[in-house]
Nanobody, 118 residues
């Protein structure tokens, strides 16, 4: 069983920064794909960024709307996922979810709210 727990959300002013974390526990296999997704009220869940890889290499992918502002990364133990979000905009307001995909199975966290407002 895999569990994903997100943290780091909050209220921030436009132009500010936040760092989201996702702690994965349970049976984690390598390689795998981890990612951040978000869902704003009335919208579908959308990809923010993903990172694929094993112990030594990784490949990242970003939505066009966050390129140059957000950075996805893993911790040294590979079971922690981060999303550094800079120059936040009101349109970044959403519930942010962590996802792990391994061996054709998907796991999701409960989400952490990010609100960008003055």
């Amino acid at each position: 069983q895999v569990q994903l727990v997100e943290s780091g959300g909050g209220l921030v002013q436009p132009g500010g920064s936040l760092r989201l974390s996702c702690a994965a526990s349970g049976s984690i296999f390598s390689p795998n794909t981890m990612g951040w997704y978000r869902q704003a009220p009335g919208n579908e869940r959308e990809l923010v960024a993903t990172i694929f890889g094993g112990s030594y290499t990784s490949t990242t992918n970003y939505a066009d709307s966050v390129k140059g502002r957000f950075t996805i990364s893993r911790g040294n133990a590979k079971n922690t996922l981060y999303l550094q979000m800079n120059n936040l905009k009101p349109e970044d307001t959403a519930l942010y979810y962590c996802r792990l995909r391994q061996r054709s199975e998907d796991y999701w966290g409960q989400g952490t709210q990010v609100t960008v407002s003055s």
